[in-house]
């Protein structure tokens, strides 16, 4: 049985709460989305796509969920659905597993990357700085001229929610875009789903549940005991 591993995706969430509010570009693209296709449009300039989405994140110091992972290919067949829950903390940290005939769980404490699949006995060792590197999402978190060079942000608003679509401007990414929707039917104004797309045309996307902003998590969890007799990996290339 094939496993897609989430890297790209669950490190990207992971950069949402590492973001600095001051570091996001200026510049917007239109995107629509359906669970089977994603379409670019570019439009004018949005500087207030820019600064609501910095107060957004900025608000946002952990985050904990329980969540739907449905990826498709360009067809839109199902490839894989996966459950699981997930925990993040600034900065950089990061606790996300999966269940059932997918169960993974990956960790990362804000340097260190791990990922465990307990069927395969293995466990996967990267180095956080380097996914950052290069997966574009990430640069987020990174130098605001790098993002401004790089990315391009939109808002759509609807009734029950506003849609955020950060798109990389270097055409030869493989990671073409990362979708950010927020309900703005609560007070808390919660985010309930990503979605990211890639070159290949194939499309993931997570719906969280259960969503809390800001709760109070232990540091042990962003740790990971190596269990003894499991294979270990060191690699910095990526399972995907």
Partial sequence: MTKFYPIRLVVALSALVTVSVSSIADVSVANTISTTNITTQPVANTQNAVEELQKRLGKIQSFSANFVQLTQDSQGNVLQRVDGFMQVAKPGKLHWQTEGIYEQLVISNGSSLWIYDADLEQVSIKNMDNRLAETPALLLGGDI???ADDFIINQQPTDASILYVLQPKDTSQLFDSLELRFNTLVESQPLIEMTI?????Q???IDFQNVQHNPELNDSIFTFTIPKGCLLYTSDAADE
């Fill in 197 to 201: 797309s890639d070159a290949s045309g």
């Fill in 145 to 147: 001229s790098a993002i």
């Fill in 203 to 205: 499309i993931t996307r």
